[in-house]
T-cell receptor, first 112, second 115 residues
Framework: NAGVTQTPKFRVLKTGQSMTLLCAQD?????MYWYRQDPGMGLRLIHY???????AKGEVPDGYNVSRLKKQNFLLGLESAAPSQTSVYFC???????????FGPGTRLTVT | KNQVEQSPQSLIILEGKNCTLQCNYTVSPFSNLRWYKQDTGRGPVSLTIMTFSENTKSNGRYTATLDADTKQSSLHITASQLSDSASYIC??????????????FGRGTSLIVHP
């Protein structure tokens, strides 16, 4: 049982490049989330999913897209990366909304 | 605006001492409040979760309290250990009219435990 895994762990992009961050969980959780964490700020919700095939916008969705084609995977895409998207990205999952969220180890993304 | 404010921003204590971290929130309508511990370079790990009807929850040396009337919560750490050095994050989740649960994270309190 690996829990929540994120790929890649680190990435450097140039402005305008695109990439996809992968989150995978093996706990059969319904809910999955993508957050970003910036220095001096709390984690902010980008997008979330309440089940396979569903996605919804969070607090800071602009510049990102997501897909949940399989229950165990939640993908976060950056179509045209900007320096403002330099951050640490965390994925989380939970079986129910009133249960704890399990976080992945994070992806450190730098956009130059 | 839904906000979660934590205090102090940082705290240094000696090993073996107790400490209390504070969380005030304006998030509404309230669903639940969680405390997380985040070690440097890692994802947050859940410590406690409380709903509206709960006013205290313990997890080992961690005890969280909730006063839903004053919209305040605290996390008390007893007999601190060096491994308690971390950021402690308060998260308040609201439920929207559409039935979605949206969390708002505080900025965290950075705790350093010295030997």
């Amino acid at each position: 049982n690996a829990g929540v895994t994120q790929t890649p762990k680190f990435r450097v992009l140039k402005t305008g490049q695109s990439m996809t961050l992968l989150c995978a969980q093996d706990m059969n959780h319904e809910y999955m989330y993508w957050y970003r964490q910036d220095p001096g700020m709390g984690l902010r919700l980008i997008h979330y999913s309440v089940g396979e095939g569903t996605t919804a916008k969070g607090e800071v969705p602009d510049g990102y897209n997501v897909s949940r084609l399989k229950k165990q995977n939640f993908l976060l895409g950056l179509e045209s990366a900007a320096p403002s998207q330099t951050s640490v990205y965390f994925c989380a999952s939970t079986p129910q909304t009133l249960r704890e969220q399990y976080f992945g180890p994070g992806t450190r993304l730098t956009v130059t | 605006k839904n906000q979660v404010e934590q205090s102090p921003q940082s705290l240094i204590i000696l090993e073996g001492k107790n400490c209390t971290l504070q969380c005030n929130y304006t998030v509404s309508p309230f669903s639940n409040l969680r405390w997380y511990k985040q070690d440097t370079g890692r994802g947050p790990v859940s410590l406690t979760i409380m709903t509206f009807s709960e006013n205290t929850k313990s997890n080992g040396r961690y005890t969280a309290t909730l006063d839903a009337d004053t919209k305040q919560s605290s996390l008390h750490i007893t007999a601190s250990q060096l491994s308690d050095s971390a950021s402690y994050i308060c998260v308040v989740t609201k439920v929207t009219s559409g039935g979605s649960y949206i969390p708002t994270f505080g900025r965290g309190t950075s705790l350093i435990v010295h030997p």
